[in-house]
């Protein structure tokens, strides 16, 4: 989980997020693997979550290190769930289903060495439904803790790429933005997907989405191959929109300069007819370059606490922490991750 250069989440604001999901999760004990079971911060945390009801952790590790780390910080891991994906009795199952499932991209001897890494271990269990979800990344990169979800778990059926989120927060103010953290490219379709998947996640979390398809124009004004694309891409969505039942009432318009979907005189200026007038919640960017940096900006000039990348469009969600993560940041996000695959 990023937060500019900052790994903490304000308290408050996350505790305004997580209040959505608590009545959600309550009583569910969702399983959710955390292969860095040897570092402080996700032991600790592995222990807060397992004192409530809401995230079951399977904490992954050489047991006898974990064990001599929870002694080291005085924690009871009794009842936990701990693995070792080195000697794992599972271990003969997930290589044979790993390399049932890379179709010839892993040989059975990759495959044995490949499982010695937790985030591949764990990545299996959440294959094989031992668990819901996983949330890595305080001690492994974003392209190691995303990579054995994007080979094993992929995603979903209609959608070609995941893409990363962040929720942008500031007092009673709660916008989605994306993509901000994976595609360098993307065309009309994958944009589109983008849309979709994004009001979804929008929804999940309690926002009605109305989400506005960005680019440099608006509604014409500018007429290039990247406005263009943007032009395509709002009209794929909302031909996708037309048949996903659960997100009814939800509105994608596009293309439109950022001040045309957030301000309302801007948009009765240049958007007269579309349905979003200034009161748009969701923003799907037109290319990493510009979610990247819109996101930062309106982090770091806009005062914005960002909450995220949240991953979406897999088929069970897995998420990636920031190597400079807090034990609460590793709670939270195992919360979310829990609540994505409800
Ligand atoms: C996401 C990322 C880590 C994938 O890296 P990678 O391992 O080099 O990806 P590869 O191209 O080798 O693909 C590996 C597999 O993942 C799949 N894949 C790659 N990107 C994907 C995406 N966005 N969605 C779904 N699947 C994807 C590939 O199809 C491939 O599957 P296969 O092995 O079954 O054929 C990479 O795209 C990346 O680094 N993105 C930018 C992240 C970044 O720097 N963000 C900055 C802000 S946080």
Do not use: W
Request: aromatic share 4%.
């Amino acid at each position: 989980m990023v937060n500019g250069d900052e790994s903490k989440f304000q308290e408050a604001i996350m505790a305004k997020l997580l209040d959505v999901l608590n009545e959600k999760l309550s009583g569910k004990n969702v399983k959710i693997v955390l292969p860095e079971g040897t570092d402080e911060r996700v032991l600790q945390a592995a222990v807060e979550l397992h004192k409530g009801d809401k995230v079951s952790p399977i904490v992954l590790g050489n047991v006898e290190e974990v064990q001599a780390l929870a002694e080291k910080l005085g924690l009871s891991i009794d009842g936990i769930e701990l693995m070792d994906p080195t000697n794992s009795e599972l271990r003969e199952e997930l290589i044979a289903k790993f390399v049932e499932r890379r179709k010839g991209k892993a040989t059975e001897e990759q495959a044995t060495q490949m499982l010695n890494d937790p985030n591949y271990f764990g990545t299996m269990l959440v294959y094989t439904g031992r668990a819901a979800g996983l949330v890595s990344g305080a001690a492994h990169s974003t392209a190691d803790t995303v990579r054995p979800a994007l080979q094993i778990i992929k995603t979903k059926p209609g959608v070609s790429r995941t893409s990363g989120v962040f929720f942008m927060i500031r007092e009673d103010e709660q916008y989605l933005m994306g993509d901000c953290a994976i595609n360098p490219e993307l065309d009309a379709n994958a944009l589109a997907e983008i849309g979709i998947e994004s009001a979804k996640t929008a929804k999940a979390f309690g926002m009605e989405p109305k989400v506005a398809m960005l680019s440099f124009s608006t509604k014409g004004s500018a007429k290039t191959p990247e406005t263009e694309k943007v032009v395509e891409a709002t009209r794929l969505a909302q031909e996708k929109l037309a048949s996903e039942a659960d997100l009814e009432g939800v509105v994608i318009d596009g293309e439109f300069q950022f001040d045309a979907a957030f301000v309302p005189s801007v948009a009765a200026k240049k958007a007269p007819e579309s349905p979003i007038q200034g009161d748009a919640n969701v923003f799907v960017f037109p290319s990493l370059e510009a979610g990247n940096i819109g996101y930062k900006i309106a982090q770091r000039l806009g005062g914005f606490d960002a909450v995220g990348p949240i991953l979406q469009g897999l088929n069970a969600p897995v998420n990636d922490l920031s190597r400079g993560c807090s034990t609460e940041d590793v709670v939270s996000l195992s919360i979310i991750t829990a609540a994505q695959s409800l």
